[in-house]
């Protein structure tokens, strides 16, 4: 599974967990239905998963205006998986964890949840 491919399917199982009562391994069978997982997308959905107060805490103070309960699910989603890689992963240049958000967010949301999301991440590389 390419890098690209495990953030979005990622992506999927995170924001299903978001307000439901599934089980972490529940919502990646869901998601993943017969492919083989990999050990990106395992730590960045299992890392996420287990780290979201610490994340959360770190977005909270980044949001202007916001809270991150008023943010729509993908942005809310998209961003948790990019703070993960940026504070938790030294694998991967800062600009393509804010290259691959900003792209998961043009194919899930819409064009302004891209430009917020950019906004947001940007404050984490200074």
């Given amino acids: 599974m390419k ?4 953030r979005s399917k990622a992506m999927q199982v995170l924001f299903q967990l978001d307000n439901t009562e599934l089980t972490l391994d529940e919502a ?7 492919e083989k997982s990999d050990t990106f997308f395992e730590t960045l959905v299992r890392g996420t998963a287990e780290k979201k107060q610490e994340i959360d805490t770190a977005l909270e103070q980044k949001l202007e205006n916001w809270s ?8 809310r989603t998209v961003l948790r998986i ?11 240049p800062k600009s393509v964890v804010l290259n691959e958000a900003i792209e ?3 194919t899930y949301g819409d064009e302004k949840s891209s430009k ?3 906004g ?3 404050k984490f590389l200074d």
């Fill in 82 to 92: 990019a703070v993960y890689e940026l504070l938790y992963m030294d694998d991967t």
């Fill in 104 to 106: 998961l967010c043009k």
């Fill in 3 to 6: 890098r690209h491919e495990a």
């Fill in 120 to 122: 947001v991440l940007s």
């Fill in 28 to 34: 990646i069978g869901h998601v993943l239905e017969e």
């Fill in 68 to 75: 991150l309960s008023r943010l729509p699910k993908i942005e």
């Fill in 116 to 118: 917020f999301v950019n």
